[in-house]
């Protein structure tokens, strides 16, 4: 089993839409869960992060956690095209190392 | 805040030569920083930590003598590739960890692309 499993995509939605990825994790052990975006070609950039279970809001941004179900989600409200990006979830183990699943590619038609 | 830079951004050596690579943390001091190596169409690799004053700590697998890792400051680490050859040939990425509101958090520079020939 993998450590971090995400669906790779891609997963398409049109414009305004709501995108919803999600990603699930082995490790019970992990306390804090980061979203990062990455666009082609570039380095990652935080979008978000989430340590207790619920839902946590940031503008268009909103993430969940279930540590019972070790499960954790990403919405984005009225997406835009420049939301087109993988999305990588990563929860955090010992001594702040992040392990990363493969992301799951977004794309936002217009 | 939080900005983090890496120098160069991209680099084409020959095969054997030795390549440096900075990583600087701009506006923040770190005293722990990671490098990660990504190849096409996979996800982000942790190679090693980096921790200032001290030695890096390799994940299974890399070897810490073709990959030298240097942190000698609050602000700077440096990561080496030594002899390399083609198939060292990847996007370099580093992270510094820095304190947010509710945690700790690795922001990441924007990684340096390296080919080997």
């Known amino acids: 089993q993998k450590e971090v499993e995400q669906n790779s995509g891609p997963l398409s939605v049109p414009e305004g839409a709501i995108a919803s990825l999600n990603c699930t994790y082995s490790d019970r052990v992990s306390q804090s869960f980061f979203w990062y975006r990455q666009y082609s070609g570039k380095s990652p950039e935080l979008i978000m992060s989430?340590?207790?279970?619920g839902d946590k809001e940031d503008g268009r941004f909103t993430a969940q956690l279930n540590k019972a179900s070790q499960y954790v989600s990403l919405l984005i409200r009225d997406s835009q095209p420049s939301d087109s990006a993988t999305y990588l979830c990563?929860?955090?183990?010992?001594?702040?190392?992040?392990?990363f699943g493969t992301g799951t590619q977004l794309k936002v038609e217009l | 805040g939080a900005v983090v830079s890496q120098h160069p951004s991209w680099v084409i050596c020959k095969s054997g030569t030795s390549v440096k690579i900075e990583c600087r943390s701009l506006?923040?001091?770190?005293?722990?920083m990671f490098w990660y190596r990504q190849f096409p169409k996979q996800s982000l690799m942790l190679m090693a930590t980096?921790?200032?004053?001290?030695?890096?700590?390799?994940e299974q697998g890399v070897e810490k003598d073709k990959f030298l890792i240097n942190h000698a400051s609050l602000t700077l680490s440096t990561l080496t590739v030594t002899s390399a050859h083609p198939e060292d040939s990847s996007f370099y990425i580093c992270?510094?960890?820095?304190?947010?509101?509710?945690?700790?958090?690795?922001?990441f520079g924007p990684g340096t692309r390296l080919l080997v020939l």
């Open positions: 990563a929860p955090t183990g010992g001594g702040n190392k992040l392990t």
């Open positions: 506006d923040f001091q770190a005293t722990t």
């Open positions: 992270s510094a960890l820095g304190t947010s509101v509710y945690q700790e958090t690795q922001y």
């Open positions: 980096s921790n200032e004053g001290s030695k890096a700590t390799y």
């Open positions: 989430i340590y207790s279970n």
